[in-house]
Nanobody, 131 residues
Framework: QVHLVESGGGLVQTGDSLRLSCAASGRALSNYAMAWFRQAPGREREFVAATRWSADRTYIANLALGRFSISKDTAKNLVYLQMDSLKPEDTAVYYC????????????????????????WGQGTQVTVSS
């Protein structure tokens, strides 16, 4: 079992920055991919960014390219989502996720953007961007 707790959300203005954190616990994550998804009211869940825990492989969604970045601190079991140049359309609940998919795809591949690949989810943190 992997337990994920997000933090860092809040209310900001257009153009501001936020850094979301995800604290992971429960088991070793070396075989995991970690990802951020988001969901706004009335909208489908969207992939934002993902990283391999044990390799320098990341995948950033088009919606986040040039504005968001994902990073990790494996010593502290933390994953971050740095969000810059925020827009009102970034308003959503942001979820941290973990998926043990190395046995399927290998631990050195680009992490998957599909939600079904991630079997552990945090409770989410609200990000609201005012115009």
């Amino acid at each position: 079992q992997v337990h994920l707790v997000e933090s860092g959300g809040g209310l900001v203005q257009t153009g501001d920055s936020l850094r979301l954190s995800c604290a992971a616990s429960g088991r070793a994550l070396s075989n995991y991919a970690m990802a951020w998804f988001r969901q706004a009211p009335g909208r489908e869940r969207e992939f934002v960014a993902a990283t391999r825990w044990s390799a320098d492989r990341t995948y950033i969604a088009n919606l986040a390219l040039g504005r968001f970045s994902i990073s990790k601190d494996t010593a502290k079991n933390l994953v971050y989502l740095q969000m810059d140049s925020l827009k009102p359309e970034d308003t959503a609940v942001y979820y941290c996720t973990a998926g043990d998919d190395c046995s399927t795809y290998g631990c050195d591949t680009v992490p998957a953007p599909e939600a079904y690949e991630y079997n552990y989810w945090g409770q989410g943190t609200q990000v609201t961007v005012s115009s």
